[in-house]
């Protein structure tokens, strides 16, 4: 059985024709430490944003405020037109961020005493209140879709973090997102068990998935993104398609970190 | 020959091991321990329910409610840092007196049992609930807070959150000091001999006040030992067992920002 995700989340958010997403000059301060100072970013329906950088810039902040995880203290983010953050961010807007937007953490955070299946079902019948059987029936097709139907019945220490990695992505799709974020999903990761994860996103991109990809894999960035951002203490120092970026970088900035990352 | 000679020996042994004492008094006092169990087993569940309600309301997420915190940390506050006996005593020799009560209330004699055992199971689940509430809150402080994100990411809110992924990972990190506490807190039912309920220590007591003699102690001792000694192997057991988890590498990494 498949399913098509995307194309449940592009139905599901048909109604709103202008940018899924759009931040407007985000500051984010932890007590001293100023992390963004200043983000402007657009994001349309169906686009991959890579977001690229050294780490401390702030670029994983970045997604913590786009969900809320971390509210912004300045500036605005639009979600589908309507205005999420400010100082009012109450449980409603939390609620209305959380059932559109998905994220997919570095470590995974699976449920350790849930297995696969439950990991995927749980939030289901949880949250968006759908029955058993028709949580089950998703979270076998999700899984089936991220190639681990084998391993629905196992318990998150017996797989592994590539595994673990997919299951998280599953879990997250199963929300029906309107947006996906992904934060550094791969640098947990084994360097033979990248691939995987990567395919799994490729995939999704390809089905018109919204996404916003905090990610050190420049080959992944060249080829899935239609956008990379380059991220340099806080603030956003180039952005433009990734050929652009990737290989002819203006900034001084983005030179030097490219040369760092591509060198080995 | 011994310092003591044989007859201090014998003394000796008399005192603590008198047989026919113990076989005279197997009865009354195994009907202490008796109710030195049930005692145990009824403020035990309650405790831990106590507790664990207690450790939920410490971490209520939000400003709107700080009270509510604060209230449950100034309650664990109180209750560990004063003695059960004196509790027992506050308890036993107050509530009679409350006569806005009813009077099932404040001489509660229910499923057949004398008021000192109500009074002893109110005063132990005050006192170990608030020790409870801090085994708990240790538990629930060991859970990664990526859990938490995960949850709430995908649109639980605090409750849900804790109810189906937080507290059944810390229920089971914190079974063994959970049982420590539970050991503990069966001995210390032995307070409530203070106010004349007759459970083992004041059974065994009464038996030495008529003769002198200790052995009817001693045996109510064994009965204890018989009851803790398994309980605490099988403490070592349970945390073993999480320590082979542990090292197996079962809850991975923790270092990312």
């Not at chain 1, 449940?8 to 202008?18: E, K, L, M, R, W």
């Not at chain 1, 913590?64 to 449980?91: F, K």
């Not at chain 2, 509530?95 to 004398?114: A, C, D, M, N, Y």
Request: net charge negative; proline share 5%.
């Amino acid at each position: 059985m498949m399913v098509d995700v995307a194309a449940n989340a592009a139905t599901a958010g048909a109604q709103y024709a202008g940018p899924m997403l759009q931040l407007e000059g985000i500051h984010k301060r932890f007590g001293e430490l100023h992390v963004l100072r200043g983000i402007d970013m657009k994001v349309d329906r169906g686009d991959v944003i890579c977001v690229i950088g050294p780490s401390g810039s702030g670029k994983s902040t970045l997604l913590r405020c786009i969900n809320v995880l971390e509210p912004a203290d300045g500036g605005r983010i639009l979600l589908e037109g309507q205005e999420i953050s400010g100082g009012g961010a109450h449980e409603g807007d939390i609620d209305f961020v959380r059932r559109r937007v998905g994220i997919v953490f570095q470590q995974f955070n699976l449920f350790p005493h849930k297995n696969a299946l439950e990991n995927v079902s749980l939030a289901q019948q949880k949250v968006l209140e759908r029955k058993p059987g028709e949580a089950r029936a998703k979270a076998e097709a999700l899984l089936n879709r991220v190639g681990l139907a084998d391993k629905i019945d196992e318990y998150p220490e017996r797989l592994s973090g590539g595994q673990q990695q997919r299951v998280a992505i599953a879990r997250a799709l199963a929300m029906d997102p309107h947006v996906m974020l992904f934060d550094e999903v791969t640098s947990a990761l084994d360097p033979e068990l990248i691939k995987e994860v990567l395919d799994v996103m490729r995939e999704l991109a390809d089905e018109g998935m919204t996404m916003v990809v905090v990610t050190h894999e420049m080959a992944f960035a060249r080829e899935v993104c239609d956008h990379v951002v380059f991220m340099d203490e806080g603030v956003i120092v180039e952005e433009g398609p990734p050929a652009q970026i990737l290989d002819n970088p203006r900034e001084e900035r983005t030179k030097r970190f490219l040369g760092l990352v591509l060198e080995h | 020959m011994t310092i003591l000679g044989d007859s201090g020996i014998s003394i000796f042994f008399h005192q603590y091991f008198d047989f026919q004492i113990i076989s005279d008094n197997f009865t009354f006092v195994l009907k202490g321990f008796g109710e030195t169990v049930e005692l145990s087993i009824l403020a035990g569940a309650l405790s831990l329910i106590w507790g664990l309600v207690l450790a939920l309301l410490r971490q209520l997420p939000g400003r709107g409610l700080l009270p509510v915190r604060f209230l449950a940390i100034s309650y664990i506050d109180v209750f560990r840092g004063i003695p059960l006996l004196l509790v027992i005593f506050l308890i036993s020799g107050s509530i009679p007196f409350l006569t806005f009560l009813p009077q099932s209330v404040r001489i509660p004699e229910w499923l057949g049992k004398p008021d000192p055992f109500w009074y002893g199971v109110f005063a132990i689940t005050l006192t170990y609930g608030a020790y409870m509430a801090e085994v708990y809150r240790a538990g629930i402080e060991a859970v990664p807070g990526g859990q938490m994100e995960a949850a709430r990411s995908l649109g639980m809110n605090h409750a849900q959150a804790m109810r189906y992924v937080i507290v059944p990972q810390a229920v089971r990190k914190v079974i063994p000091p959970l049982l420590n506490d539970f050991i503990a807190l069966m001995k210390d039912t032995s307070l409530v001999s203070s106010i004349a309920l007759i459970e083992v220590v004041n059974a065994g007591q009464t038996v030495q006040a008529e003769t002198f003699n200790s052995s009817a102690l001693t045996l109510g001792a064994v009965m204890f030992l018989v009851v803790t000694i398994p309980l605490a192997r099988l403490v070592d057991r349970l945390i073993a067992g999480q320590q082979a988890r542990f090292q197996r590498g079962a809850p991975r990494m923790e270092s990312a920002l």
